[in-house]
């Protein structure tokens, strides 16, 4: 039998060197497999392998912003990381003794019965690494490392190996794998029931408990689809004891391991800030979107529905390429709609163009529109080619000057990409090189 692959938590306080450290794990020994395309430092999670062993690993820096509706107080970013966690790295710093936050994340870390690696990052900082220092945080496996000198990579590496399960992270190139995703009691665990009924075989069905992701694997039209219906994420704040409190590293988990997402707002609790969120989430991790109303039925006046949906346009409109639904799991209404969405757009994200459409594409746009420029130098915009193995549909654009490119010129572009070639439910991705220098500028 397969064993699950592992989840890999890093953890600690600010600037201590998480990133490096995440980025280092990545870049040594050939360890990545994929981190996936589209995505950016927020999504904080990348598939990763050592010795043959493919696990997930995830940084959470993107949970310590104060403003951000993710932020959780340390105690809660412990707490939570461990339940979703196989192995959990502290990271702290040589050159600081140990503060009281670093002793509340060991405790929390140890408590939660995981296997812990401390890693005393910085040491060529101090003159002489005192790691004994550090263990009176009562944690046994830990290494000094400097991620800047590259001291202690290697050691640290096989310290985390060893805690590896032997696991092969594979995606099935026939298989499509569709995330349910939302705040709690919108209607996840109805629509993934309604979406199961409307099954023409069933495959493999895999019961979960609540506050892990639920799978079903069924077959629509010939094609496999796995269903992933995750728990619910919460408001900072509004975080409950058990089983049904926030989840947040396993809903990354399930966004990371699926193809599309649906996004399931409550007809009767719409513009919620936390669902932009998660909806710019699956747009940072390069997935398809659907955007699903459910409860539809529970709406008594009907005629809202062009109202309701022009207010959504207004506030999801950093993802004006994903599809809307309405839909009631319990009358049935729009749930095979959202199955056809979704083969569709499993097809789009396919979608090979020829190099010569491309390139008339590119010479006519700017032909309409050409780029400003800043001081004198004009962003020149030469040829385009589409990345032959991304994820998501990606092109790169090569010219000079491109770092003075507007980002209005850049929505101009993809607006105009897509009026021929409509690209439903997916983002796609710009790569603007400069030829001359062979360096890639901004991405899009």
Known sequence: MTKKASVVAIVGRA???????????????ETIVAREPGTTRDSIMAKASIDKKDFWLVDTAGLKDPADEFELSIQDQIRE????????????????????????????????????????????????????????????????????????????????????ASAVIRQSKNKISLA?????????????????????????????????????????HGQEVELADTAGIRRRGRIESGVEKFSLLRTLTAIEQSDICVLVMDVNELNVQLDQKIAGMVKSSGK???????????????????????AIAAHFDFVPWAPLVF??????????????????????RKLKIKTTELN??????????????????????????????????????FGANLKLLHWSYRRYLERQLREVWPFVGTPIKFWFINKEQSTVSNKQ
Request: proline share 4%.
């Open 81 to 164: 990381t461990s339940a979703a966690a196989d192995v959990i790295i502290l990271v702290v710093e040589a050159d600081v003794p140990p503060v009281e936050e670093d002793r509340r994340l060991a405790t929390a870390a140890l408590k939660s019965s995981k296997p812990v690696i401390l890693v005393i990052n910085k040491i060529d900082k101090v003159k002489e690494a005192d790691l004994g220092l550090w263990q009176r945080l009562g944690i046994k496996d830990m290494i000094g490392t400097s991620t800047t000198q590259k001291l202690g990579i290697d050691e640290f590496l096989d310290k985390l190996s060893a805690k590896l």
């Open 180 to 220: 349910i995703l939302g705040r709690p009691n919108v209607g996840k665990s109805s629509l993934f029931n309604a979406l199961a009924a409307k099954q023409q075989a069933l495959v493999a069905p895999q019961a979960g408990t609540t506050r892990d992701v639920n799978r079903l694997s069924l077959n629509y």
């Open 360 to 397: 008339r594409w590119l010479t006519s746009v700017t032909a309409q529109h050409h780029p400003a420029g800043v001081r004198g130098a004009v962003p020149k915009l030469r040829y385009i080619v589409q990345e032959e193995d991304a994820e998501l549909p990606s092109f790169k654009i």
């Open 327 to 348: 839909t009631s799991a319990a009358s049935g209404q729009n749930v095979t709609k959202i199955l056809e969405l979704v083969l569709e757009i499993a097809v789009v």
């Open 288 to 310: 398809g979107l659907i955007l699903v109303v459910s409860k539809w039925d529970t709406l008594e006046d009907r005629a809202k529905r062009d109202q309701i949906a022009a």
């Open 15 to 29: 600037n201590v060197g998480k990133s490096s450290l995440f980025n280092s794990i990545l870049g040594r020994r």
